[in-house]
Nanobody, 122 residues
Framework: QVQLVESGGGLVPPGGNLKLSCSAS????????MGWYRQVPGKQRELVAT????????????TNYATFAEGRFTIAKDGRNSVSLQMGSLNPGDTAVYYC???????????WGQGTQVTVSS
């Protein structure tokens, strides 16, 4: 079974920083894309940041950020089938459950982590 394990969530004061990490395992194929989504109760899950072309040795991974994340959050490859999300200048609006997301190469599939809670509060 493919598993996406997230870590790094927690409670942080406004203006603070957090780093989330995600690692995918159990797949017969490497992931070509990974990223982060977030969701608050009663609202749709929304994209935070994604990274594609993770296994491409010739090209650097391509990143995509939500408007609210660009300039504050940074997604990075953290080893094979692993990504991190460095979040800075956090505000209470960033409070949500953050989910790791991944798509493998060669097969049609989509994987989700169980989510990690990020709470921005004083």
């Amino acid at each position: 079974q493919v598993q996406l394990v997230e870590s790094g969530g927690g409670l942080v004061p406004p203006g603070g920083n957090l780093k989330l990490s995600c690692s995918a395992s159990g797949s017969g194929f490497d992931m070509w894309a990974m990223g982060w989504y977030r969701q608050v109760p009663g609202k749709q899950r929304e994209l935070v940041a994604t990274m594609t072309d993770l296994s491409n040795r010739a090209n650097r991974p391509k990143t995509n950020y939500a408007t609210f994340a660009e300039g504050r959050f940074t997604i990075a490859k953290d080893g094979r089938n692993s990504v991190s999300l460095q979040m800075g200048s956090l505000n209470p609006g960033d409070t949500a459950v953050y989910y790791c997301w991944a798509e493998p190469r060669r097969i049609s599939a989509q994987y989700w982590g169980q989510g990690t809670q990020v709470t921005v509060s004083s």
